[in-house]
């Protein structure tokens, strides 16, 4: 399973577009990136998933280079309520479905 | 989108006694369910891979005779926390893939103390 490695915090302030950088070099062919996002005392929330170039849906943004070896998650506009921890994850979308490998992820702080 | 529910959503036990978490998938049947823990400010850590109609595979170093699967059913996956110690307090959340969209599903989470 590729390692991710992404900041451990990040601060932005309300209207603002945030991006979350993650890396994982040694991502293998057949893997997907995929985002989760996750409030305290709940589970992690799907944000967006993909495999290549620029995924885009209602809520993000998900760009990865042509390497794969990093993407880029982009959220338009933060509020206060996008405060909370996102993950990036990688991993194989095979017969039995993904298994995740979770790191800290980024603990992102939207200010007033 | 696919939903996936624990219960309880909070339990309190005393140390020694045997704990049930159920986790289903309300809308979709699902192989494979996964399992984690989450302890305070950190990630959420894998236990095991729960598939239907077989035998839990356990990470290392969590034990299988102590955090006990069954995966009797497409939407019902359970873990019991058997002779339940203080240190085993904390969040547990499962999922669930979803093989038509190849997402994986979170559950709401329990937490469990143990006094």
């Known amino acids: 399973l590729a390692k991710t490695t992404q900041p451990i915090s990040m601060d932005s302030y309300e209207g603002q577009e945030v991006n979350i950088t993650c890396s994982h070099n040694?991502?293998?062919?057949?893997?997907?990136i995929t985002w989760y996002q996750q409030f305290p005392s709940q589970g992690p929330r799907f944000i967006i998933q993909g495999y290549k170039t620029k995924v885009t849906n209602e809520v993000a943004s998900l760009f990865i280079p042509a390497d794969r070896k990093s993407s880029t998650l982009s959220l338009p506009r933060v509020s206060l309520s996008d405060t909370a921890v996102y993950y990036c994850l990688v991993g194989e979308r095979d017969n039995y479905g993904q298994n995740f490998v979770f790191g800290p992820g980024t603990r992102l702080s939207v200010l007033p | 989108g696919a939903v996936v529910s624990q219960h309880p959503s909070w339990v309190i036990c005393k140390s020694g006694t045997s704990v049930k978490i159920e986790c289903r998938s309300l809308d979709f049947q699902a192989t494979t369910m996964f399992w984690y823990r989450q302890f305070p400010k950190q990630s959420l850590m894998l236990m095991a891979t729960?598939?239907?109609?077989?035998?839990?595979?356990?990470e290392q170093g969590v034990e299988k005779d102590k955090f006990l699967i069954n995966h009797a059913s497409l939407t019902l996956s359970t873990l019991t926390v058997t002779s339940a110690h203080p240190e085993d307090s904390s969040f547990y959340i499962c999922s669930a893939n979803s093989l038509s969209s190849y997402e994986q599903y979170f559950g709401p989470g329990t937490r469990l103390t143990v006094t």
């Open positions: 040694n991502i293998a062919t057949n893997d997907y």
């Open positions: 729960s598939n239907e109609g077989s035998k839990a595979t356990y």
